[in-house]
């Protein structure tokens, strides 16, 4: 792959400005969302009226006029310039999918940033939804109170929590952690940005939710913004548009796996999700999907925020949902095989490349280029799982082993092993 010369170079440059002047005006998810007075209205009616949601208007003009100029100025057939053209391609859908809150046009706009359950994958015949239903019969017989032993976790109140959590981030942060926020009114138990993590002042947490949020929010989402920030000449990199969602969420769930700290509940719910999205955009509307959540976690607050998640932007009525959401378990399944296939082709060196700032697993080639080239900043903030990387690997091996493993002939003589074999969860209590 050919270096970019110094004259396309700084066009390259130019147009990476341009995009985060396109960006700054897209906030998807704040444009998006609902006031707490809809929340408290559909529980004063009993769970019995659907919502009635209103949304601001959206002014495109700003992101297309700096989207064109980027795209003007990134002509040519290297890997970077592919890679702004991208990027500006979806900041205008973006724009369009806000143009278009609370209309049926809303979910076009959607599937395209962010995909569909029904969207086949890249071997052309496994589906998100498929996927879902799969992880769904998986855990289905699984009783997770007995996974275990000791009985329940301890439970934190939010300052607990965020007591435990801020000794964790100046670990990994080094001076430049966000700062933490108990605050009221939070829709979930916890949002994070690059510079500072709301608590909800409601919420009850447990150790293992200050790992999850650890790993998942600040050691991938929080860590990716900041070290793109730090890409001077090409600021888009900080910017967290919807081109870089699937990735960095499922970057994000990669993270909890492989640092020990996801659980079978939290695993479940990102699975409801996705059958969730595809039961609205078969056509069920808010009321029963929330039914839906309600018979999966008898939590009515949390299956009105499920809801909430696959109807907010798109027609309560249903047939266009929100997407987003989706994009859990298809971007652990690409970052799962895009890790795989870079050990197998002994090309590790590019699993750092990801935390350089916020990518799409297409923008490797463009990334790696300037990288080679020396225009890009090493990540300065890493998870503990890719500085040193030995276990990944080892564990990236072995998968790729058994995936030429054949496991229905397992299945098939465990499965005649084990035909009358009593329950023995009991056992354990004794070696608490």
């Known amino acids: 792959m050919k270096h970019l010369s110094e004259k396309p170079y700084a066009c390259a440059v130019e147009a990476a400005q341009y995009l985060r002047q396109a960006e700054r005006p897209v906030r998807i998810l704040r444009s998006v969302s609902w ?3 809809i929340k408290r209205d559909f529980f004063c009616n009993d769970a019995q009226v659907l919502p009635k949601v209103s949304y601001a208007k959206f002014d495109a003009r700003i992101t297309r006029e700096y989207a064109q100029k980027a795209r003007d100025l990134a002509q040519g057939d290297h890997p970077v310039f ?28 959607s599937a395209i940033l962010y995909g569909t359950p029904s969207k086949t994958l890249l071997d052309g015949s496994t589906k998100t939804v498929d996927l879902a239903r799969h992880m769904d019969a998986s855990l289905e ?11 329940e976790e301890e439970r934190l109140n939010p300052q607990e929590f965020a007591t435990r959590l801020s000794r964790k981030l100046s670990h990994h942060f080094e001076g430049r952690a966000p700062t933490i926020e108990i605050v009221d009114n939070l829709s979930a138990k916890a949002l994070a940005g690059a510079k500072r993590i709301r608590i909800n002042a409601d ?5 293992l939710d200050v790992r999850q949020l650890l790993h998942h929010e600040a050691l991938v989402h929080v860590a990716t913004a900041l070290n793109g920030r730090a890409q001077r000449n090409f600021p888009i990199l900080g910017s967290a548009h919807a081109g870089t969602t699937e990735i960095q969420e499922g970057l994000a769930v990669f993270a909890e796996i492989i640092s020990g700290a996801m659980d079978p509940v939290r695993f479940r719910r990102l699975v409801d999700r996705v059958i969730a999205i595809n039961m ?10 929330y039914r839906y959540f309600l018979a999966r976690n008898n939590d009515a607050p949390q299956a009105y925020e499920d809801t909430r998640r696959v109807f907010r932007g798109g027609v309560i009525t249903g047939g266009a949902p929100f997407t987003k959401d989706g994009v859990y378990l298809n971007g652990l399944l690409r970052v799962h095989n895009f890790m795989r296939t870079v050990i197998k082709l002994g090309r590790g060196d590019l699993i750092r490349l990801l935390f350089v700032g ?13 990288a080679a080239q020396g225009k890009l900043t090493a990540p300065h903030i890493l998870p503990p799982w890719a500085k040193d990387m030995r276990f990944l690997v080892s564990y990236l091996a072995y998968s790729s082993f058994l995936n030429q493993v054949k496991l229905p002939g397992f299945q098939s003589y465990y499965q005649n092993l084990l035909a009358d074999v009593p329950d023995v969860w009991d056992l354990a209590v004794t070696a608490r």
């Open 141 to 151: 017989g699984l009783d997770f109170d007995k996974l275990v032993l000791g009985g």
């Open 358 to 370: 916020k990518l799409d697993l297409e923008d490797v080639p463009a990334l790696a280029s300037l």
């Open 35 to 37: 006031d707490a007075q």
């Open 82 to 109: 592919a890679w702004l053209h991208r990027t500006a391609n979806t900041l205008d859908v973006a724009a369009s999918l806000l143009e278009n809150v609370g209309r049926k046009e809303f979910h076009a706009h």
């Open 203 to 207: 919420a009850t947490f447990t150790k």
């Open 280 to 289: 609205s955009e078969e056509g069920a509307d808010f009321i029963e999907v």
